[in-house]
């Protein structure tokens, strides 16, 4: 089978500063042994109304401004900086992506000419910026499918079928919530995605926003090739996402389990195995 890809998402888990993007970079390089990090960009005046944008932040705990558009204004890097993080990223030898919320973002953050970027479920659904990238941009498109009903997923797959660039697509089982518990998690809409996308898109994957690891290496073993999960220094944090977050040493731990798993994931190449056979004449009932 072939081998899991992690994606350790930094998300907004920088708190606005880009020497610590760069630390989470560093680290999930270094010491997580990543394959992946991911920002996410937004044009926050182009997604929010404007009450949305004056609206006072729902847990005032977590905010970073007066208003939620203020809030989101502190933690957005904007192009330059994302441009920064990418060459530092290169420099370590780890792949740099974004998820893009709007069409503004998608075309700046295109403009990179990252591996991929990725659509949040939130977005699958923004046929503008979806059309654009397809026509626009050479890399993959990963997609999630949280809060996303069958139709939609079958609609968003027919899209991209039409457009000549399913090959090109990621489709991701998730469930959008933080954290999520995990009976929602539904594992196996996986089987249901590889039975009925798997030999239209490129490839099946996993964004689990659940507490722990071992949900991954459940996703992983039913099929899912690219494992992303929130990440941060420090669960603690102020912060949306930080609760839902792997800490490194969680993160390091997923990347070595399932390349354990990998290796296990394979059948017997004769009846009795090299290492059995001192344990066959050894053990084995003889008649």
Known sequence: MKAAKVIAEIGCNHKGDIEIAKELIRVAKIFCNADVVKFQKRSNKELLTEDQYNAPHPNPANAYGD??????????????????LKEYCESLDIIYSTSTWDLTSAKEIASLKPELIKIPSACNNNYEMLGWLCENYNGEIHASTGMTSKQEIEDL??????KGRNKDLVLYNCTSGYPVPFEDVCLLEITRLKEEYGNRVKEIG??????????????????ATWIERHYTLDRTWKGTDHAASLEPEGVRRL???????NKALNYK????????????????YKK
């Not at 208003?67 to 920064?84: A, S």
């Not at 797959?157 to 039409?162: D, G, I, L, N």
């Not at 190449?269 to 084995?284: A, S």
């Open 206 to 223: 996993f964004s689990g926003h659940h507490l722990g690891i071992a949900v991954d290496i459940a996703a992983y073993t039913l099929g």
């Open 157 to 162: 797959v027919s899209f991209f079928e039409r």
């Open 269 to 284: 190449e004769q009846d009795i195995l090299d290492i059995e056979k001192v344990q066959r004449d050894k053990l084995k």
């Open 255 to 261: 990347v070595r389990n399932l390349k354990a798993v």
């Open 67 to 84: 208003t939620y558009g203020e809030h989101r204004e502190f933690l957005e890097l904007d192009l330059e900086q994302n441009k920064i």
